[in-house]
């Protein structure tokens, strides 16, 4: 497998699992797509409906992908390139919205997928030792986000429940 299709596969797993996960106000990810496509059909605010061009580019990206991969041509890696870019740029302004509003796991999977497949894209254009250092240094990155990210979560959640816990101990508190 080379390193460019293990960074699709690894795009395709992320963003996957991103909308499994909690993104935004304890939402999941795919409530977080819906819930964009709704406010898109109804037209409730543009800076809202900018995951729903961000999917869609990711699914167009990942289609000329492989088609790139099974007629190469010039034209195919371009489109897919640009399509990978745009839909990133898209997911970072989704993101810094998801930061706003307590961005959790999700949201950072989500913009981690749009990286790596933009990475996929790059890496058929360079030395297969320079794709493997890349991917590697941008793996340990991702990783590393993810736990701190992870840990704050865990951090937030401790601090949410202790007040409800001592509400409950006063109520319920036998004498």
Not at 71 to 82: A, R, T
């Amino acid at each position: 497998m080379t390193t460019s299709r293990f960074a699709l596969y690894l795009a395709i797993a992320l963003y996957i699992t991103s909308l499994c996960l909690p993104a935004v106000d304890g939402g999941i990810g795919i409530e977080i797509v819906f819930a964009a496509i709704l406010g898109h059909i109804l037209l409730i605010g543009i800076p809202f409906s900018f995951p729903v061009w961000a999917n869609l580019l990711f699914y167009l990206a990942v289609k000329k992908y492989i088609q790139h991969q099974k007629h190469p041509s010039g034209e195919l890696f371009h489109d897919g390139i640009v399509w990978a870019v745009v839909g990133f740029m898209l997911m970072i302004v989704g993101f810094s919205f998801a930061l706003t509003k307590g961005g959790q796991i999700g949201a950072l999977l989500w913009l981690l997928s749009g990286i790596f497949l933009i990475l996929a894209f790059i890496f058929q254009k360079i030395p297969i030792w320079l794709a493997s250092l890349i991917l590697l240094i941008t793996v340990c990155i991702g990783a590393v986000m993810t736990v701190k990210i992870f840990n704050n979560a865990i951090n937030v959640a401790q601090y949410q429940l202790r007040p409800s816990l001592k509400i409950a101990s006063t109520l319920f508190d036998k004498k």
